[in-house]
C-alpha cells in the first residue's frame, strides 16, 4: 500500500463520533480525509474544519459535514501533512501553501496528528525550503528583509504568475543551510512587517504518524 495512504488511514482512527475535525491539506491527509468520506458515509457523525479551499471541495464531494472557524473555538483532532518533521516533532510545512489556515486550526486542536511517509522524517530541519506566507504589498522588500535572517528566500510561481495563497498573500521559499534555532527563527520571521506566518510548526504536534514500507504504520506521541 502507498505509504501515505498508511499514514492517512492509520489517523482516521483517532477520530471518534462528535468530533470537530480540522482536515488538512496534502497528498497524505488526502487518504485521512478519504478514509473518514467513507466513515461518514457509515454513519459517523464529525464536523470537519478545512485547511484549504481544495480541502474543502475535497470534503464537500464526500459529504462530510463541515464548519467555518468562526463557528467554532476548539477542534478535538486535527490530521495534517508536513514536508518535514523530527524525532522531536518539529515541522516544517506549507509546501500546498496552506500553512496559515494549517496552523492556525492546529494551534486550537486538542490533538494535532502529523502524517508523512519516511521520506519526511529528517534528522534536521532545512532541507526542504522554509515557506514563509507574506502580504503582496512591498512583497520585495520583506523578502529581502527575511534573507537577513541567513536563507536565499525564493518567491513562489504557479502558471507563470506568483502563487497566491487562499489568502490572498503570496509565499517565499526560503533557502536555509539548515535552521538550528527553531523557536527563535519562527519568532524573527513572524517579527518582521509583512510576515503573515511561516511554516516552522514547533511543539505543536502530538502524534507523528510514519507509514512504513514493512508491517503497520509507526506511531509516535510526544
Ligand atoms: O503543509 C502542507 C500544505 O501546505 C502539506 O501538509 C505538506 O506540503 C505535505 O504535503 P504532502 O502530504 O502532499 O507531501
Known sequence: ??????AGEKAAKY???GMIVGLGTGSTAY?????LGELVADGLNIKGIPTS????????KLG?????M???NKIDVAIDGADEA???FALIKGGGGALLREKMIASIAKQFIVVIDPSKYVERLGQFPLPVEIITFGWEITSSQISLLGCKPILRRGNQAPFVTDNGNYIVDCYFDSIVDRDGMNTALNSIPGVVENGLFVDMADV???GRENGDAEVLSF
Open 86 to 88: 523530527t524525532a522531536n
Open 31 to 35: 487518504w485521512a480525509i478519504l478514509k
Open 208 to 210: 507523528l504518524i510514519i
Open 70 to 72: 468562526s463557528e467554532v
Open 64 to 68: 462530510i459535514p463541515m464548519l467555518k
Open 53 to 60: 479551499k481544495n480541502t474543502e471541495e475535497l470534503a464537500q
Open 15 to 17: 477520530v471518534e463520533d
Open 1 to 6: 500500500m502507498d505509504l501515505k495512504r498508511k
